[in-house]
């Protein structure tokens, strides 16, 4: 995958690289050609080339943490990922870039993609919740709305300390721009000093009742990003509240998992079906062989993964912007629409679902 792709990647040089935090550090990423400089939207990533402990390379998402209005060069900031004991290998890719790369390396990226982005149409109010360095959407977004627009915002991060909060000026910055923004930070291991000079607003863990607390009744765009348990907490605590999933967005990089520890109901919409079976004409259907089930498309569906999630069904994904190959399923029959360009050419017997459309009704090897 990685060789065939290799076309894709553009030498980037590392221009500058900032300590944010005891345990986070921005690089700003600049093309060697001015022209392999691609706008992006607040809360999108960049595939990065990483070497490999074997010679060859592997492949890492980071999100682009700089405001979109800032053209000609990119920030990320990344968390270096120590190993927790000396039988585990520290993290790759974090650290090589913390501990090998200084301004004036060259590494290749792929231009930004994405799903995780503002809903720029919507005048709802907004949350933008972090944990950690998932700070890294939610800045570039804070941004966005602190310039361009007026919807209220609440800007509510946690993270263990004073320590690792990365990027704080920059937020109260961007907060004071204008009125409606509230920023909470909430830190884990608060100490004395830290509460003293009201560095925190709160401690230990971003409760209920701190959300209830900060959040008037309304009707909210919730955008979250952090480690797996802070999503899963934080998805709980929304739905508790009875917030829709669909005013949910939420971004992570690893192995997929569901953010409720309940298994998904049975959809209402499935019907039984055989492979001998004929396939309606009014309108694009999805089935799945192996589990014989036979759903009808839904043209609001942002991608056939998100339908399938929609209907009580979960296939395995990571990137969700056809970076990964992990939702890359078998397709026995039918046509789909890549919506956003795979970063490797897909067999025409194979789709990746996190980024196709049906342009016929399809039969996937699921």
């Given amino acids: 995958m990685l060789d065939a792709a290799a076309s894709r990647f553009r030498p980037f040089e590392v221009i500058s ?14 093309p060697l050609e001015r022209q392999h400089w691609r706008p992006f939207e607040a809360g999108q990533f960049l595939t990065m080339r990483v070497p490999d402990r074997k010679g060859g390379h592997v492949l890492r998402n980071y999100t682009v943490s700089s405001s979109p209005r800032e053209e000609g060069s990119y920030r990320i900031t990344v968390k270096r990922e120590a190993a927790p004991s000396s039988n585990v290998p520290n993290g790759l890719s974090s650290c090589w870039l913390h501990d090998e790369i200084e301004p004036g390396a060259v590494i290749e990226i792929d231009p930004p993609r994405g799903a995780f982005k503002l809903d720029s149409a919507s005048a709802r109010p907004v949350v933008l919740l972090s944990g950690g360095v998932g700070l890294t959407p939610t800045v570039s977004m804070l941004d ?36 409606g923004i509230t920023v909470h930070y909430c830190y884990r291991f608060a100490e004395e000093a ?14 209920r009742t701190t959300l209830q607390s900060l959040l008037p009744l309304d009707d909210y765009d919730f955008y979250m990003c952090g480690p797996q348990p802070f999503m899963q907490a934080l998805y709980g605590i929304l739905t508790g509240f009875g917030v829709r999933k669909e005013r949910i ?14 298994a998904p109901s049975t959809p209402r919409s499935q019907m039984a079906f055989s492979p001998n079976s004929v396939i309606d004409e009014e309108g694009p259907c999805v089935v799945l062989q192996k589990s014989g089930i036979k759903l009808a ?27 990964c190959g992990t939702c890359e399923q078998g397709l026995v029959s ?3 629409d890549y919506f956003e360009e795979p970063l490797d050419q897909v067999p025409d017997d194979r789709v990746l679902l996190c980024c196709t ?10």
Avoid: M
């Fill in 17 to 30: 690289k900032v300590r944010e935090s005891a345990t986070i550090t921005s690089f700003r990423l600049a």
């Fill in 334 to 336: 039918g046509e789909v």
């Fill in 297 to 323: 498309w839904d043209s609001t569906s942002e991608s056939i993964l998100a339908f399938l999630e929609a209907q009580g069904i979960e296939p395995e994904f990571s990137c969700r912007a056809g970076v």
């Fill in 144 to 179: 966005v709305l602190a310039k361009d627009s007026n919807r209220p915002v609440w800007f509510i991060h946690a993270c263990d300390g004073a320590a690792v909060h990365a990027l704080r000026d920059e937020v109260e910055h961007l907060a004071a721009l204008r009125p």
């Fill in 357 to 366: 459309r049906p342009k016929s009704s399809i039969v996937l090897d699921l």
């Fill in 249 to 262: 967005a939420y971004e992570f990089f690893g192995p997929a998992s569901l953010l409720t520890e309940a």
């Fill in 194 to 207: 830290d509460r003293k000079v009201a560095d925190c607003h709160s401690t230990g863990f971003l409760t």
